[in-house]
């Protein structure tokens, strides 16, 4: 059963680092099979990609995001990481970290998704 489950805080201060850590389990997130990537909802709006880390530690993002992201791993914890950068009120929403397949087969697992507001 593979697994994948957000976590961070609930409230991030205006101009402050956001951190999130996916922790993944029933797969291995160096399988050159997957990617593994941060997608967010703010609120009322749809789902933006913001980023992924492949199984080498490759990682490509979003042009709005590019600057202001990054993403790191702990293979030991099977674990991967964001860092937004400057956060605003406008990177409120849910953030989800989710399994992409090499294979163009979309997303398969995603987590349960956190809810992270920023102050202003």
């Known amino acids: 059963q593979v697994q994948l489950q957000e976590s961070g805080p609930g409230l991030v201060v205006g101009s402050q680092t956001l951190t999130l850590a996916c922790t993944v389990s029933g797969s291995d997130i160096t399988n050159a099979s997957y990617l593994w990537t941060w997608i967010r909802q703010p609120l009322g709006k749809g789902l933006e990609w913001i980023a992924n880390i492949g199984n080498v530690g490759n990682t490509l993002f979003a042009p709005s995001l590019r600057g202001r992201a990054s993403v790191s791993r702990d293979t030991s914890k099977a674990q991967f990481t964001l860092y937004l950068l400057s956060t605003t009120p406008e990177d409120t929403g849910v953030y989800y970290c989710?399994?992409?397949?090499?294979?163009?087969?979309?997303?398969?697992?995603w987590g349960n998704g956190t809810l992270v507001t920023v102050s202003s």
């Open positions: 989710a399994r992409l397949l090499q294979s163009g087969g979309g997303m398969d697992y």
